[in-house]
């Protein structure tokens, strides 16, 4: 199993609701990522997560909150959340330690409005 | 600070020419480099990689890249393109490390006329 899996596909929110991204996968990677990617733009990383610990965290704002429960879940909690969050939001695993490439899911694509 | 460029935004081929898609990387020692093609509301699929050794790598669907030190680039081929490559394809590197930091280069839309 070669698969990074998200659900959902797509989710539309107001800006007070509290909704959840997931992640997952089954190739026994350690490190789990999550970008956020606009339109015709590059993905920016947000989050990574290396053995469970959130290692690296790219200044989000707090009304983005990750969780990555065990080594093959990584969830995105998202509350209050504002239009120009509007986007496509990727998530990526990788081997982990000495391990470069990163293999992505299919994305949800979200909407708040 | 390492960073990547690809200097085309937008390609376009016609079905059965040749390709080649350029990048650009800034990075002192040396880079561990990807490319990666994105199809309209998906993913990242990884085409191929440059870690060390043989500096023209081999990927999936009949890509390959050609690492250069001298010029500073990795540039993406493909002798013979399809109407299904059509796709966004992104250039990265690794930027710190740990290895768990990828910089994407902008982007370089190719189109492909029948």
Redesign the interface.
Known sequence: DTE?T?TPKHLVMGMTNKKSLKCEQHMGHR?M?WYKQKA????E?MF?Y?YEKL??NESVPSRFSPECPNSSLLNLHLHALQPEDSA?Y?C?S?QG???????????T?LTVT | AQSVTQPDIHITVSEGASLELRCNYSYGATPYLFWYVQSPGQGLQLLLKYFSGDTLVQGIKGFEAEFKRSQSSFNLRKPSVHWSDAAEYFCAVVTNNAGNMLTFGGGTRLMVKP
């Not at chain 1, 990163?102 to 994305?107: K, L, N, S, V």
């Open positions: 990074v998200q490190a990522y015709k733009k590059p993905p990383l990574v290396s290692s690296i496509l990727l990526a990788s330690r000495n391990s470069y490439e990163q293999y992505f899911g299919p994305g694509r």
